[in-house]
């Protein structure tokens, strides 16, 4: 399957998901991210803002959970810039700094820039990923050219609410995950230079 198709079926997959499946899934990606993620060398944690109509994983557990018990830690979320292609990223300041934008996305609507050279974590948005760490998002390449300008030891770590799919093809722009969780795993990539 190509990454059209792979995009489609995810997308469908997802939709099938029942109310309680898809809010079940997300609590477990959630304990499975504190489970197996060491947060004290984290100092600034980038995330994407779930897209709950499109059934993305639920980060806003996550984004909570971190508020209260990792004060250490500086949220940093997305905006997607049209003209130029790509995110600008913002400090998290609280829920009055966010408005929906003409996809129905929260985002930012001012703050404090966060560098991308900064970020220690991206929490990445994804419909699919395989046992390499290759992904399929949604085809507008904002990730991946968000990832390149990160700093080369910053851990990328995808959510999905399904399993990983056999193998999925790779162009050379694309950036490899380092760690995927999934509602029943956490899956480590071993990334190659």
Same mark, same amino acid.
């Given at each position: 399957?190509?990454?059209?198709?792979?995009?489609?079926?995810?997308?469908?997959?997802?939709?099938?998901?029942?109310?309680?499946?898809?809010?079940?899934?997300?609590?477990? /990606?959630?304990?499975?991210?504190?489970?197996?993620?060491?947060?004290?060398?984290?100092?600034?944690?980038?995330?994407?803002?779930?897209?709950?109509?499109?059934?993305?994983?639920?980060?806003?557990? /996550?984004?909570?959970? &971190?508020?209260?018990?990792?004060?250490?830690?500086?949220?940093?979320?997305?905006?997607?810039?049209?003209?130029?292609?790509?995110?600008?990223?913002?400090?998290?300041?609280?829920?009055?700094?966010?408005?929906?934008?003409?996809?129905? &996305?929260?985002?930012?609507?001012?703050?404090?820039?966060?560098?991308?050279?900064? /970020?220690?974590?991206?929490?990445?948005?994804?419909?699919?990923?395989?046992?390499?760490?290759?992904?399929?998002?949604?085809?507008?390449?904002?990730?991946?050219?968000?990832?390149?300008?990160?700093?080369?030891?910053?851990?990328?770590?995808?959510?999905?609410?399904?399993?990983?799919?056999?193998?999925?093809?790779?162009?050379?722009?694309?950036?490899?995950?380092?760690?995927?969780?999934?509602?029943?795993?956490?899956?480590?990539?071993? /990334?190659?230079?």
């Amino acid at each position: 399957m190509n990454k059209i198709e792979l995009r489609k079926l995810y997308l469908e997959k997802r939709q099938a998901l029942t109310e309680a499946e898809y809010l079940q899934r997300s609590h477990r /990606i959630c304990e499975f991210f504190f489970a197996s993620i060491d947060l004290s060398f984290i100092k600034v944690l980038h995330t994407f803002l779930p897209i709950t109509e499109k059934k993305e994983p639920d980060t806003w557990l /996550i984004i909570d959970r &971190i508020r209260r018990e990792f004060p250490h830690i500086r949220l940093v979320v997305p905006r997607i810039n049209d003209q130029q292609g790509e995110l600008e990223n913002f400090f998290f300041e609280g829920l009055h700094q966010l408005q929906k934008n003409k996809w129905g &996305i929260d985002e930012p609507k001012q703050g404090v820039p966060a560098p991308p050279e900064k /970020i220690d974590m991206v929490l990445v948005p994804l419909l699919a990923f395989d046992k390499h760490g290759n992904r399929v998002g949604y085809g507008k390449g904002y990730y991946d050219k968000f990832l390149s300008g990160c700093k080369p030891e910053v851990s990328k770590v995808g959510l999905s609410l399904f399993d990983p799919y056999e193998n999925i093809p790779s162009d050379p722009f694309d950036v490899i995950l380092t760690h995927c969780i999934t509602s029943v795993a956490f899956y480590s990539f071993q /990334i190659s230079h």
